[in-house]
Protein backbone atom coordinates (compact mmCIF):
# COMPACT_ATOMS: atom_id res chain seq x y z
CA UNK A 1 0.00 0.00 0.00
CA UNK A 2 2.91 2.19 0.93
CA UNK A 3 4.50 1.49 -2.41
CA UNK A 4 1.54 2.29 -4.18
CA UNK A 5 1.16 5.80 -2.53
CA UNK A 6 4.49 6.52 -3.85
CA UNK A 7 3.65 5.39 -7.38
CA UNK A 8 0.77 8.12 -6.96
CA UNK A 9 3.20 10.65 -5.37
CA UNK A 10 5.69 10.52 -8.56
CA UNK A 11 2.46 10.01 -11.27
CA UNK A 12 0.72 13.57 -9.61
CA UNK A 13 4.49 14.97 -9.52
CA UNK A 14 4.48 14.48 -13.50
CA UNK A 15 7.47 11.61 -12.75
CA UNK A 16 5.40 9.65 -14.87
CA UNK A 17 7.78 7.02 -16.67
CA UNK A 18 9.45 6.52 -13.10
CA UNK A 19 6.20 5.86 -11.11
CA UNK A 20 5.03 3.89 -14.12
CA UNK A 21 8.40 1.42 -13.95
CA UNK A 22 7.63 0.97 -10.20
CA UNK A 23 4.12 0.24 -10.55
CA UNK A 24 5.17 -2.68 -13.79
CA UNK A 25 7.63 -3.87 -10.95
CA UNK A 26 4.86 -4.64 -8.42
CA UNK A 27 1.91 -5.17 -10.26
CA UNK A 28 3.31 -7.22 -13.88
CA UNK A 29 2.86 -10.86 -12.00
CA UNK A 30 -0.21 -10.18 -10.56
CA UNK A 31 -2.08 -8.79 -13.67
CA UNK A 32 -0.15 -11.48 -15.70
CA UNK A 33 -1.86 -14.82 -13.71
CA UNK A 34 -5.35 -12.73 -13.00
CA UNK A 35 -5.00 -12.66 -17.25
CA UNK A 36 -3.94 -16.36 -17.56
CA UNK A 37 -6.70 -17.49 -15.45
CA UNK A 38 -8.96 -15.74 -17.87
CA UNK A 39 -7.98 -16.42 -21.25
CA UNK A 40 -5.68 -19.60 -20.29
CA UNK A 41 -3.67 -19.78 -22.74
CA UNK A 42 0.39 -18.02 -21.76
CA UNK A 43 0.43 -16.68 -25.29
CA UNK A 44 -3.04 -14.65 -25.14
CA UNK A 45 -1.93 -14.25 -21.20
CA UNK A 46 1.20 -12.07 -22.68
CA UNK A 47 0.07 -10.34 -24.81
CA UNK A 48 -3.62 -9.22 -22.90
CA UNK A 49 -0.86 -8.35 -20.32
CA UNK A 50 0.77 -6.14 -22.65
CA UNK A 51 -2.89 -4.45 -23.42
CA UNK A 52 -3.30 -3.67 -19.76
CA UNK A 53 0.03 -2.19 -19.32
CA UNK A 54 -0.18 0.53 -22.40
CA UNK A 55 -3.96 0.82 -21.42
CA UNK A 56 -2.50 1.79 -17.66
CA UNK A 57 -0.33 3.69 -18.82
CA UNK A 58 -1.98 5.93 -21.32
CA UNK A 59 -4.55 6.28 -18.81
CA UNK A 60 -2.18 7.01 -15.66
CA UNK A 61 -2.94 10.73 -15.53
CA UNK A 62 -6.50 10.20 -15.16
CA UNK A 63 -6.56 8.10 -11.66
CA UNK A 64 -8.23 10.35 -9.60
CA UNK A 65 -7.00 8.35 -6.34
CA UNK A 66 -11.22 7.56 -5.80
CA UNK A 67 -10.22 3.82 -5.21
CA UNK A 68 -7.14 1.90 -4.18
CA UNK A 69 -4.62 1.64 -7.19
CA UNK A 70 -4.83 -1.96 -7.38
CA UNK A 71 -8.43 -1.67 -7.66
CA UNK A 72 -8.32 0.51 -10.47
CA UNK A 73 -5.10 -1.98 -11.84
CA UNK A 74 -7.44 -4.71 -11.51
CA UNK A 75 -10.26 -3.43 -13.24
CA UNK A 76 -8.58 -2.63 -16.68
CA UNK A 77 -7.21 -6.16 -16.13
CA UNK A 78 -10.42 -8.04 -16.26
CA UNK A 79 -11.86 -5.09 -19.03
CA UNK A 80 -9.27 -6.22 -21.17
CA UNK A 81 -9.20 -10.16 -20.49
CA UNK A 82 -12.98 -10.08 -20.81
CA UNK A 83 -12.72 -8.24 -24.17
CA UNK A 84 -9.96 -10.39 -25.21
CA UNK A 85 -12.28 -13.54 -24.75
CA UNK A 86 -15.25 -11.64 -26.33
CA UNK A 87 -13.31 -10.65 -29.93
CA UNK A 88 -12.31 -13.88 -30.06
CA UNK A 89 -15.01 -16.15 -29.87
CA UNK A 90 -17.10 -13.95 -31.82
CA UNK A 91 -14.07 -13.89 -34.69
CA UNK A 92 -14.46 -17.51 -34.23
CA UNK A 93 -18.61 -17.77 -34.25
CA UNK A 94 -17.95 -19.58 -30.86
CA UNK A 95 -20.04 -18.86 -28.17
CA UNK A 96 -17.71 -17.86 -25.05
CA UNK A 97 -18.15 -21.21 -23.03
CA UNK A 98 -17.61 -23.05 -26.32
CA UNK A 99 -14.29 -20.57 -26.66
CA UNK A 100 -13.06 -21.14 -22.83
CA UNK A 101 -13.63 -24.88 -23.07
CA UNK A 102 -11.44 -25.04 -26.47
CA UNK A 103 -8.76 -23.16 -24.56
CA UNK A 104 -9.11 -25.19 -21.63
CA UNK A 105 -8.26 -28.26 -23.54
CA UNK A 106 -5.66 -26.54 -25.28
CA UNK A 107 -3.58 -26.22 -21.56
CA UNK A 108 -2.56 -30.00 -21.37
CA UNK A 109 -0.46 -29.42 -24.42
CA UNK A 110 0.64 -25.52 -23.27
CA UNK A 111 4.73 -26.11 -22.13
CA UNK A 112 3.65 -23.03 -19.53
CA UNK A 113 0.92 -25.19 -17.70
CA UNK A 114 2.22 -27.26 -15.27
CA UNK A 115 -0.90 -27.95 -13.43
CA UNK A 116 -2.02 -31.88 -13.30
CA UNK A 117 -5.35 -33.91 -14.20
CA UNK A 118 -7.16 -32.15 -11.46
CA UNK A 119 -6.14 -28.60 -11.97
CA UNK A 120 -7.93 -29.08 -15.60
CA UNK A 121 -10.62 -30.56 -13.99
CA UNK A 122 -10.54 -27.34 -11.84
CA UNK A 123 -10.41 -25.59 -15.13
CA UNK A 124 -13.06 -27.16 -17.34
CA UNK A 125 -15.52 -26.71 -13.91
CA UNK A 126 -14.22 -22.77 -13.58
CA UNK A 127 -15.10 -22.77 -17.97
CA UNK A 128 -18.43 -23.56 -17.88
CA UNK A 129 -19.70 -20.96 -15.19
CA UNK A 130 -21.18 -17.83 -16.25
CA UNK A 131 -18.85 -15.19 -17.23
CA UNK A 132 -19.80 -13.34 -13.89
CA UNK A 133 -19.50 -16.00 -11.62
CA UNK A 134 -15.99 -17.11 -13.02
CA UNK A 135 -14.74 -13.67 -12.47
CA UNK A 136 -15.87 -13.68 -9.34
CA UNK A 137 -14.40 -17.47 -8.05
CA UNK A 138 -10.87 -16.74 -10.08
CA UNK A 139 -10.65 -13.01 -7.83
CA UNK A 140 -11.80 -14.76 -4.37
CA UNK A 141 -10.56 -18.30 -4.70
CA UNK A 142 -7.14 -17.93 -6.56
CA UNK A 143 -6.52 -14.15 -5.98
CA UNK A 144 -7.84 -14.39 -2.20
CA UNK A 145 -9.59 -11.10 -2.76
CA UNK A 146 -12.08 -9.36 -0.44
CA UNK A 147 -15.76 -9.10 -1.52
CA UNK A 148 -14.96 -5.26 -1.06
CA UNK A 149 -12.53 -5.09 -3.59
CA UNK A 150 -14.11 -7.35 -5.94
CA UNK A 151 -17.03 -5.04 -5.46
CA UNK A 152 -15.09 -2.09 -6.67
CA UNK A 153 -13.51 -3.59 -9.39
CA UNK A 154 -16.66 -5.35 -10.77
CA UNK A 155 -18.68 -2.57 -9.65
CA UNK A 156 -21.27 -4.93 -8.29
CA UNK A 157 -22.94 -5.20 -4.94
CA UNK A 158 -21.25 -7.54 -2.23
CA UNK A 159 -24.65 -9.53 -1.80
CA UNK A 160 -24.75 -9.97 -5.02
CA UNK A 161 -20.82 -10.99 -5.32
CA UNK A 162 -21.65 -13.50 -2.64
CA UNK A 163 -24.40 -15.03 -4.16
CA UNK A 164 -22.60 -15.53 -7.25
CA UNK A 165 -19.84 -16.97 -5.66
CA UNK A 166 -22.11 -19.56 -3.64
CA UNK A 167 -23.33 -20.60 -6.68
CA UNK A 168 -20.46 -21.15 -8.73
CA UNK A 169 -19.08 -22.96 -5.88
CA UNK A 170 -21.66 -25.20 -6.20
CA UNK A 171 -21.64 -25.64 -9.65
CA UNK A 172 -17.35 -26.85 -9.79
CA UNK A 173 -18.66 -29.07 -6.48
CA UNK A 174 -21.17 -30.93 -9.01
CA UNK A 175 -19.43 -31.04 -12.07
CA UNK A 176 -16.08 -32.38 -10.45
CA UNK A 177 -18.33 -34.45 -8.76
CA UNK A 178 -20.31 -35.64 -11.92
CA UNK A 179 -16.78 -36.44 -13.78
CA UNK A 180 -14.89 -38.67 -10.89
Known sequence: MERDLHIIYLIQNNQIEEGFKILVSDYHQKVYWQVRRIVYIHEDA????????????QHLKDFRNESKLSSWIFRITYNESVN???KRSKYLNQSIEDYNLAK????????????EATEILLQKAIARLPEKQRLIFNMKYF?????????VILETSIGGLKANYHH??????QYISESH
Request: charged share 35%; no cysteine.
Open 46 to 57: DDVTQNVFMKIF
Open 84 to 86: FIH
Open 143 to 151: DDMKYSDIS
Open 104 to 115: VDELENDPYFDG
Open 168 to 173: AVKKIE
